[in-house]
């Protein structure tokens, strides 16, 4: 429940300060999920409205409130709408991401810092292989859950029965890229086998 009302604290403080409604936050959700690849969620948005012209309405809004950048131009009635095409406002952005970044944190520090192969140590909260910055992978990690706190609860909550109880985590990139999370949880309620494929090939 903490980070539920974590989350429900920024998105009120995001509508305070961008004047925006709730179902205008919620469009932004979907098409940043679109331009992440997740298109449907979108699809079935957008589905809920009688009236069609419903996104076109909210992106004119959103741009008038300066979240969409004057340089992106909303399609005409009847054009293709190409999510990717739209342009935020990096600043709106940055306080978007803010709770991703918190929960980033979060599973950084409840990570394991390091494992033993062969008598060697391994720092296993490491991210610079497959991304730029940690920064970076909080919000590739947030993405893969979601934005949601109830997911990422449980998630650290099964990191922390792993420590205790001898999983074999990989490292912190592979953990967030491969949903380590899902392996996590269905080794926990006894439908995987526990293999660290990492650990086989540092031997």
Not at 13 to 42: H, S, W
Request: proline letters at 3%; aromatic letters at 12%; a negative charge.
């Amino acid at each position: 429940m903490k980070y539920l009302n974590h989350n429900l604290d920024s998105e009120l403080i995001l509508m305070r300060d961008y004047k925006i409604y709730p179902n205008e936050l919620f469009t932004i959700k979907v098409i940043l999920l679109a331009q992440d690849g997740e298109c449907e969620y979108l699809q079935q948005y957008v589905e809920c409205f009688e009236n069609k012209n419903y996104l076109r309405l909210a992106l004119e809004s959103l741009q008038e409130k300066g979240i969409i950048l004057k340089s992106y131009k909303i399609p005409k009635p009847g054009t293709r709408f190409i999510p990717e095409d739209v342009q935020f406002n990096q600043n709106f952005l940055k306080k978007f991401y803010r709770s991703a970044l918190e929960m980033g944190e979060e599973l950084f520090y409840t990570y394991p810092q390091s494992c033993t192969v062969q008598g060697q140590v391994f720092n296993l909260r490491t991210v610079s292989k497959h991304f730029d910055s940690l920064e970076q992978a909080f919000q590739k990690y947030a993405k893969s859950i979601k934005n949601n706190p109830e997911i990422h609860q449980e998630i650290i909550n099964n990191i922390k029965w792993g420590i205790e109880n001898g999983y074999n985590f990989t490292t912190l990139d592979r953990f967030i890229i491969d949903r380590g999370g899902e392996a996590l949880k269905a080794f926990r309620e006894g439908d995987s086998i526990n293999i660290n494929l990492e650990a086989i090939q540092l031997i």
